[in-house]
């Protein structure tokens, strides 16, 4: 929750921020001609009211929302690669990773970035950057080429390989069971 105090010479700047509201709490903001939260009416009125700007494309709402090209989705307590980032990702890994061909090294510390934003959803994916990072240690020259070898194009594809198949990061995990099975002891 944003909170504003009003004193002279200060204000709150305030990025993002998230709440959860159910569907029924949907109420019409007139200035966007759109249903929206009403919390979110709420705060983008008393926004009007002091002549804050904002804008409505930054005004998201939804069961999944996209934050820096992740999906995060509050109902499965969720967040994974939008499709669109995770093709993307992967056409550069496959792109990358082949054997005998080089890439400046300017070119390597940009895939390390990429992946490690990935690592964000991927958290046990790191492992499949120590070829990468074995062979741009030390090197200083960002036009200097480096040869992609055999370690690098294992670990590229195996990240890849698993990116397919993860669904991403749960906030909470839980297994199913019964009022039954919690009265008979462990065997």
């Known amino acids: 929750m944003a909170t504003l105090s009003?004193?002279?010479y200060s204000f709150l700047y305030v990025d993002d921020s998230f709440g959860f509201a159910p569907e029924s709490s949907l109420q019409l903001y007139h200035p966007y001609s759109k249903s929206l939260p009403s919390l979110l009416v709420a705060i983008l009125?008393?926004?009007?009211?002091?002549?804050i700007p904002h804008e409505e494309k930054k005004q998201l709402f939804g069961p999944t929302l996209p934050v820096i090209g992740f999906e995060v989705d509050p109902n499965l307590m969720r967040v994974q690669m939008c499709h669109d980032s995770g093709v993307l990702l992967l056409e550069h890994l496959h792109s990358f990773a082949l054997r005998g061909t080089h890439h400046s090294l300017c070119d390597f510390q940009h895939l390390a970035g990429y992946l490690n934003w990935a690592l964000n959803i991927y958290p046990m994916l790191w492992p499949g950057l120590s070829a990468l990072y074995a062979k741009t240690a030390g090197k200083m020259?960002?036009?200097?080429?480096?040869?992609?070898?055999q370690?690098?194009?294992?670990?590229?594809?195996?990240?890849a390989s698993h990116v397919e198949s993860l669904q991403?990061?749960?906030?909470?995990?839980?297994?199913?069971?019964?009022?039954?099975?919690?009265?008979?002891?462990?065997?």
Not at 45 to 51: C, M, N
Not at 142 to 149: P, S, T
């Open 6 to 8: 009003l004193h002279k």
């Open 45 to 51: 009125s008393l926004w009007d009211a002091l002549g």
């Open 141 to 149: 020259h960002q036009g200097v080429l480096l040869w992609v070898n």
């Open 151 to 159: 370690d690098i194009v294992h670990e590229l594809l195996w990240f």
């Open 168 to 187: 991403g990061v749960f906030f909470l995990s839980s297994e199913s069971w019964n009022f039954w099975s919690c009265l008979s002891p462990p065997l």
